[in-house]
């Protein structure tokens, strides 16, 4: 008797023995696949949040697939005539002001005197000139033209600048300009970009500039700034801050809204071209290119994302620089 209680209480250990392996791998198999489910749900999670990032940023790229209806809205907010910034004057004026912008005080405007190193008795031809605000800075014994498609602009700028000589032009028609006056410099900050027919606007010039005459185009880089079709993006798994472009070999014409959450709005339009186009009008209008710099932001952010966007700002220019002279 005494026996058969043993090998009964050693069964009953064994059994339970059995039973504790066995739901310790039941519960080491839960661990596992609950971790496999959490992998999973976090790795969608995340590629959920890139797409939605990479549409945001892309919102104004998405805009050109629209349906028709949207299309048919648009339309009513273009105006394909005029390219000028006549109607866009006041908000531009209230964006870039007497001084400029951030970026035209301290990265454009230094660098674009530089480029001219204009002497005494120099004289200068400011291709859409706007509202003055490179006139501020050309020294007092240095002959200035401003010419301006937008005549809103121009009485700003004769109202800030009384010492200097602005005038009505459309640089994509022949010009009427005095013909015994030839002026050793021009210039085009940020201008030539929203004129439709960039290849007449330097043929035009042309005329009025001295031999060996210096020309400094300022452009926003036409490689990582197109409007609509640049945009900037996170690769997760990278860590990097990246510009993403979805289109530079053709030309485009792109319509800027100054108010795009509203239905009606003012236009001004921005004309793409790739490099060798840019460089191929300058050729065929009789310039040489002398040089050519890029200009980054010297901006500095703080915060998480600092470390990424900042070296971003280092790798992608906002501007470009070219030197050229008659040839």
């Not at 661990?31 to 949040?49: C, D, Q, S, V």
């Not at 085009?188 to 035009?204: F, G, T």
């Not at 500095?300 to 280092?314: D, F, Y």
Request: aromatic share 10%.
């Amino acid at each position: 008797m005494y026996q058969f209680i043993v090998i009964l209480v050693k069964k009953q250990q064994t059994l339970k023995t059995v039973r504790a392996r066995a739901l310790a791998r039941a519960l080491a198999l839960a661990r596992a696949r609950a971790r496999k489910f959490f992998r999973l749900t976090l790795i969608l999670f995340i590629k959920g949040l890139l797409q939605f990032k990479a549409m945001k940023n892309d919102k104004d790229s998405s805009r050109q697939n629209r349906d028709p209806s949207r299309q048919k809205q648009d339309s009513t907010r273009q105006n394909n005539k005029d390219t000028s910034w006549q109607k866009v004057g006041q908000w531009y004026d209230s964006i870039v002001g007497d001084q400029g912008s951030y970026y035209h005080q301290q990265i454009i405007l230094p660098h674009v005197m530089k480029l001219l190193d204009m002497q005494s008795g120099a004289s200068l031809l400011d291709l859409g000139c706007g509202q003055g605000v490179l006139a501020g800075r050309i020294p007092k014994d240095v002959g200035y033209l401003g010419l301006d498609a937008a005549k809103s602009l121009l009485a700003k700028a004769k109202a800030r600048h009384k010492g200097r000589s602005f005038q009505f032009a459309d640089l994509t028609k022949p010009l009427v300009l005095p013909s015994h006056r030839l002026f050793t410099h021009a210039c085009c900050i940020l201008a030539l970009q929203n004129m439709a027919e960039p290849d007449k606007v330097l043929a035009n010039i042309k005329p009025y500039l001295a031999p060996n005459a210096k020309l400094v185009l300022v452009l926003n880089h036409p490689c990582f700034r197109i409007p609509r079709q640049s945009s900037w993006g996170f690769d997760e798994a990278a860590k990097l801050q990246y510009r993403r472009v979805n289109s530079y070999m053709s030309p485009q014409k792109i319509p800027i809204f100054t108010n795009p959450g509203q239905e009606t709005s003012e236009t001004t339009y921005s004309f793409h071209h790739p490099l060798s186009a840019i460089f191929g009008f300058l050729k065929n209008s009789g310039f040489l290119v002398q040089g050519v710099e890029e200009w980054c932001s010297d901006k500095v952010s703080e915060g998480k994302a600092a470390r990424w966007e900042n070296r971003a700002r280092k790798e992608f220019p906002l501007f470009m620089g070219i030197t050229c002279v008659v040839s």
